[in-house]
């Protein structure tokens, strides 16, 4: 859970200074330089989809690992057993 903090943390934190350098720069053109064409929710969606992401990419892993549930229950390996395939 500690990545998927990182993540969020860092997307803010970039937002954050994306709109402080917009303000410093140019104020009366900070829209132009952020990107957002018109839409303005355009930071909420960058932070939610790369939450989103985060969280896909930590199920994702979850998955391949062979965790069951968030309290590190493993069930089995992921490699496959091949122990009988050479004989």
Same mark, same amino acid.
């Given at each position: 859970?500690?990545?998927?903090?990182?993540?969020?943390?860092?997307?803010?934190?970039?937002?954050?200074?994306?709109?402080?350098?917009?303000?410093?720069?140019?104020?009366? *053109? /900070?829209?132009?330089?952020?990107?957002?064409?018109? #839409? !303005? %929710?355009?930071?909420? &969606?960058?932070?939610?989809?790369?939450?989103?992401?985060?969280?896909?990419?930590?199920?994702?892993?979850?998955?391949?690992?062979?965790?069951?549930?968030? *309290? /590190?229950?493993?069930?089995?390996?992921?490699?496959? #057993? !091949? %122990?009988?395939?050479? &004989?």
């Amino acid at each position: 859970m500690g990545a998927l903090a990182f993540i969020f943390t860092f997307s803010a934190s970039f937002e954050i200074i994306e709109w402080c350098v917009a303000r410093i720069v140019d104020p009366d *053109a /900070g829209e132009a330089y952020l990107g957002k064409q018109g #839409d !303005v %929710s355009d930071t909420e &969606k960058g932070l939610a989809l790369a939450g989103l992401g985060a969280l896909h990419a930590l199920g994702a892993t979850l998955r391949v690992l062979g965790y069951t549930g968030l *309290a /590190g229950n493993r069930q089995g390996n992921f490699f496959p #057993d !091949v %122990s009988g395939c050479h &004989k």
